[in-house]
């Protein structure tokens, strides 16, 4: 190398090195990333949806500060705000990420068809972003959101908090260990149902949109409600609690239930993307999801795993096993059976209380020893691990986007009542053209990702 050669290489090492340094004197949130917490401080968190499920969520955060909490219904909300009378209240979350720079994490619990807009919107402001299950309304928001969480490098989670217990991790070690042999075939189910059409016993019965137009609540902003779906006049059978069994809003048993049961099945037998998915369903209509459905997987051959046929069943319950004991019960509300070639696991709705069926053969058998790291503290405060460290949560985006977008191939088989045949490279599915457009939904004017 020349004597200039040597002396330039070594003017661009410094300017380099110096662009580095100055760098790191600039505090990361005015980069546009996420803010860097010591572990000893507290963390700042927005809750968007707070209503419902993330007054739950937040009820877990408290070690940390509840700064700000948004909601598009101020009545049914309100019970949460008087419980945090610091944190400032917003209706549009657009306008709280606007606002409010002293947000380090946002916690998204809104119903199912606005999580990935907020989701979307929070990564790309430099928030770590904590999302209720199911990731997303449609497969390929669920594909956008790990690739914008991979982008802007903030701590995600899912919020499925089967993931962070001790079922999921017994599970995994003992298939890894081969107790039960090898797995060709998985049953997994919820068993309520959405009859009337509402949850388990909600007060909702429409199957057809109502043609009531009842005056919207005063406290209600329903524009902000509707988002990103078509709209529609405000009626009681959407909100509060009865969205999750309309398409144009919830992702039915599958995206809620699916979400959790599914997750310990996909971790313990490293399960990707399936090449086809078929489904028979029962009550289905276009605008609800069905009463009952069975839907079956395929999944291809994996490392160190064989193909594996899954079949999820809502509403109802599969076969009951030979293995299982007259007179035992089944878990409650849904669970999953793991079948061996040498036993078979039986599990929760969560993957708790994992047993080996009978239980004879479960005393007989030779567990291995606990090898995985397990969750201290429930699954939102390992978020907050995660945003605190820099190491990934568990569910985090990379691992929750293709969980949710099984699930929702399912939706869409229901939707199609057949098989579909998925290229999931392309994102496409290949056999049923039509069917594409439940893979990436239209989005109304304004609201897109």
């Known amino acids: 190398m020349s004597r200039i050669a040597r002396r330039d290489l070594f003017k661009s090492t410094l300017t380099a090195a110096g662009a580095v340094a100055a760098a790191t004197l600039v505090p990361r949130h005015v980069l546009g990333g996420p803010r860097q ?36 219904d101020l009545d049914y909300a309100a019970h949460t705000i008087k419980k945090y009378p610091k944190a400032k209240v917003y209706v549009d979350f657009r306008e709280m990420l606007d606002r409010q720079k002293d947000i380090d994490g946002v916690v998204v619990a809104t119903p199912d068809h606005t999580h990935a807009v907020v989701s979307a919107a929070a990564m790309r402001s430099g928030k770590h972003v904590y999302c209720q299950k199911p990731l997303t309304h449609d497969v390929y928001e669920a594909r956008m959101l790990a690739k914008i969480a991979n982008e802007t490098k903030v701590a995600t989670q899912m919020g499925i908090q089967g993931h962070s ?15 039960i042999g090898q797995v060709r075939e998985v049953d997994a189910w919820c068993s309520l149902t959405y009859y009337p059409w509402g949850h388990a016993g909600w007060s909702s019965s ?65 399960l990707g993307p399936p090449t086809s998915v078929d489904a028979t369903s029962c009550g289905n209509t276009a605008e609800v ?34 293995e299982l004991e007259d007179g035992r019960q089944w878990p409650a509300e849904g669970g999953v059976l793991i079948k061996g070639t040498q036993g078979i696991i039986m599990a929760g709705v969560y993957g708790d209380s994992p047993r080996i069926i009978p239980e004879s053969k479960m005393r007989e058998a030779k567990l291995p020893e606990k090898t ?19 190491q990934p949560a568990g569910a985090d985006f990379a691992y929750a986007g293709p969980l949710t977008e099984t699930c929702l191939l399912g939706n869409i088989a229901k939707r199609v009542d057949a098989r579909i045949e998925w290229d999931s490279a392309n994102l496409k599915i290949t056999n049923l053209p039509d069917a594409n457009k439940h893979v990436r939904t239209e989005y109304r004017k304004g609201w897109e990702l």
């Open 37 to 72: 917490i010591p572990p000893s401080e507290k963390m700042n968190i927005a809750g968007v949806g707070v209503g419902g499920m993330g007054a739950a969520n937040l009820a877990q955060l408290e070690s940390e500060n509840i700064v700000a909490l948004c909601d598009v």
């Open 289 to 322: 999801h069905p009463l009952s459905a069975i839907v079956t997987f395929q999944f291809p051959a994996r490392e160190g795993f064989p193909p594996l046929k899954l079949t999820w069943y809502e509403g109802t319950r599969p076969p009951r096993p030979a």
């Open 165 to 179: 217990m001790e079922g999921i991790r017994l599970i995994t070690e003992w298939v890894a260990a081969g107790v």
């Open 206 to 270: 429409w199957s057809e949109r109502p043609k009531e137009t009842p005056p919207v609540p005063p406290k209600l902003q329903w524009d902000l409600w509707i988002g990103p779906a078509p709209m529609r006049p405000y009626h009681r059978a959407y909100h509060p609690l009865t969205w999750r069994c309309w398409w144009d809003f919830g992702c039915g048993m599958m995206g809620d239930r699916g979400a959790h049961t599914l997750d310990p099945v996909v971790t313990a037998l490293k």
């Open 372 to 390: 995985i790291p397990r969750v201290k503290g429930s699954h939102e405060m390992d978020w907050v691990r995660a945003c605190k460290t820099g």
